[in-house]
């Protein structure tokens, strides 16, 4: 009932498929909440309209209003959020929680891509392949790391400050340029396995969630992350 009370909301407001934000009245000079880069529906059928709907324009909408209305006054929102994150275990839980949710859901919108098909590629493959062996190793590896997450989190590929790429998972919204993760880095890949970003459809088989992710996958975006971490580290 309540799926259908929100679909017949959108068709009335002409805004179906289209995404929209809530509570747009909040904004920051520093930190942007960036427009959704395709329809909510584009990505069918490996996640679908309402899903994104609710997953963008509330859930990573609250992440974003919740996290400037924690460092405001504060001086951080003036800082860059990478350098927030390297200190983040002296800031409140309120800066960490919301501050990750804000990131990374960014980070994993851009990772996604209606342009099925796509597989790695250049420098990024060469090095998939040096440090996993093959790109069906990395995806065994990966999935696992999602697929094994206790709770709600995250899976990453990730450039550690050698130059080398990492499997990982962080819980919560936590992630791998935090000073308290376990292994740190620079996000590249970002998979996000709370129960919002797939139960709708998938319910509890978030193996099937996962398989379906890869169809979705944005490598050229991720090729660019790949390069650009590996400048920073120069």
Known sequence: MRTLLLTLSLVLAGLLGKPYSLNAQI?????????LPYDYDALEPYIDATTMEIHY?????????NFLNAVNGTGMEKMAIEDIF?????????VRNNGGGYYN???????????TGGKPSGKLEKAIKKTFGSTEAFKEVFAKAGATRF??????????????????????QDNPLMDLAEQRGIPLLAMDVWEHAYYLKYQNKRADYIEAFWNVINWKEVEKRYEKALKQLK
């Not at 904004?27 to 427009?35: H, I, K």
């Open 27 to 35: 904004t920051s000079q520093s930190f942007v909440f960036q427009d």
């Open 105 to 115: 859901h960014t980070l994993f919108w851009e990772n996604m891509t209606p342009q």
């Open 86 to 94: 390297g200190n983040i275990s002296s800031y409140p839980p309120a």
């Open 57 to 65: 324009s509330r859930h990573h909408r609250a992440y974003y209003n």
């Open 151 to 172: 709770g709600s989190g995250w899976a990453w590929l990730s450039l550690d400050k050698q130059g080398d790429l990492f499997v990982s998972s962080t819980p919560n």
